[in-house]
């Protein structure tokens, strides 16, 4: 039917949007082939049948260094690696011409600077040929037009291109040091026109080499233009393609999010999955590890007060006599990063600061007096926080910078102005304000709480969205799926116990169980009790449903807990592993017992009809037997007298 039809389609459209997230969001780890470098909270809905309505993502902090670097070892995201394997395939396919592919000039990954990197450009048992067409179809099943197809894989082949410019040193105005893209290298120059020709950067490789190599600053109330060094020219040719990246992903993931979209008066009930970055502690950990880990110290919090203050809570509410089980409170570390006067606060503050930078916001951290905060004395420019899962070292540089999230302006402008649309839809121009709007946002602008400036950072985004994310998961009855890789080697059948040991104390497992152990892990409601533990006594099952439990558990333990292995609330038998050992061990012995009885009466029965059986057969052997021998001497016996007639 119609209705089965659409619920069909919405399931592959949910289906299908798991390939595209993972080509731009996925990468290659040394830990994992398949890492996601962002987080994504999933909301999967239902209608009053149960089926399949509609689902919802909503994502967090993509690692967008990875555009521009992968570390020895790793690889950028699976779309470069993708999109350079279906451009250098066959080129008879139709869809190699309907995606323009050939104009996108693509060589092998290894010739691309952004990911040259990593030095690894394949991963075992992926073809990187037919997970592009994978992407391409699933592109297309939630409903991208395959013109909108091809302008995504221009933007994502823009990005590659750009990173293949380099730049050298000149001699500016005043003599100070410029920049501009290298004359003696074809290949940067190539990239560069390559670039602006995808982009539809108006000016072509000319107004894009501006762009990279001068920066508008004020003075003096007007706005001048001043040369980049190199390495500032660098820098901004890695954030414009940052930038570009961040752009398409959010808009990729907004075209899902469209796709899958169902009417709110459809949606009966709804499951949500919280896919999140782990605990990451590398030789070097920056700014994204701060906030991958500080994602992960808000999400043990939340685990804490679920699965450790509820026990406590249970205890209380059913009158059970217990002991305060200590457990690690992360909190403090919590407020240490996000406070007022913690290390968001003061890479915000620094970030505003017309002299602000990175080594002057790790004089600041280090210098905050917490006991979750260790300043290392081999170097002042890294600070070191102690996380529940252990202490992690930060180096601080590039702090600000990825901080500030931020293009400049004269970068965005070219964008906004692109020749292609696809381009002016990914930096769409900003409304003009009026005289009084702009006012009115400049004075709000100016002072933040606590009379500091504000600033709209990547920090402040994070750790709003985080909130509100653990606003949701509080409004749910969450359950924990911890995902444990056997070994760094990613080999089968082998298990490094170290490395699950550490990956069990990074979430919060062992820690979990060690307070569980110190409580009452085993709890039953009195029904069940009986219901599994009545086979013990009988007896108990007659009457009152708290008084047969006491019997049985006063049956089991002769003590009558005076050890404290077991209580009784007001709803619920709570028992320590002892007695749950113990009445477990009653329980095998019980159903010993009833089996051989079991086993008794129904070998019993098994071997009286066998006797009936086989005493019933005997006789009638030994009837037929006994009629055959008086057969017999009758006709024995006639023949003999008929005989003797004769003579």
Known sequence: SGEEDGHQSIERQVLDSNPILEAFGNAKTLRNDNSSRFGKFIQIHFDNSGALCGAAIETYLLERSRVVFA???????????????IANGPKDDQAYETLGLADLQLEQPQEYEYLAGGNVFTVPGVDDVEAGWMLVKSMHTIGIEPSVISDVLKTVAACLHLGNVSFEGTEAKGGEEGSKVSSTSSKAMSALGQCAKLLG??????????????????????????????AQATSVRDAVAKGIYGR?????VARVNESLFTDPAKQANKICILDIFGFESFKINSFEQLCINFANEMLQ?????????????????????????????????????????GVFAL??????????SDESFAEAVRGIKHKHLIAPKRDRTAFTVCHYAGEVEYATEDFLDKNRDAMQD???????????????????????????ELKEKNKAGKKGKGGKQSLDSLSSQFSKSLSELMATISQTAPHYVRCLTPNPQKMPGVVDNACVVQQ?????????????????????????????????????LDGEARHGCQAILEYVDDAKSETGVYQIGKTKIFMRMLMTDLIEAKRANALGKIVVRAQKVIRGWVIRRWYRRAKLAGAILSSRALAGVKRDQFLTTLRNGKAMELQ
């Open 71 to 85: 570390s020895e070892g790793e690889r950028a995201y699976h779309v470069f690696y993708q999109l350079c394997a």
């Open 201 to 230: 950067i108006q000016g072509g490789a000319e107004a894009l080499a501006g762009v990279l190599c001068t920066r508008e600053v004020n003075a003096g109330g007007e706005r001048v233009k001043v040369d980049n060094t190199v």
């Open 248 to 252: 398409l992903f959010g808009w990729v």
């Open 301 to 341: 919090n939340q685990f804490n007060s679920f699965v450790f203050k509820e026990e406590q809570k249970e205890y209380e509410a059913e009158g059970i006599q217990w002991s305060y089980v200590d457990f690690f409170d992360n909190t403090p570390c919590i407020e240490l990063i996000r406070d007022k006067q």
């Open 347 to 356: 890479l915000d503050e620094q970030c505003i600061l017309p002299g602000g």
């Open 410 to 436: 004269d970068a965005i402008a070219a964008l906004e102005n692109s020749d292609v649309e696809f381009t002016k839809v990914l930096f769409p121009k900003k409304k003009k304000l009026s005289a009084k």
């Open 504 to 540: 069990l104390r990074c979430g919060g497992v062992i820690e979990a169980v060690r307070v569980t152990r110190a409580g009452f892990p085993s709890r039953f409601a009195f029904a069940d009790f009986l219901a599994r533990y009545g086979v013990i006594l009988p007896s108990a």
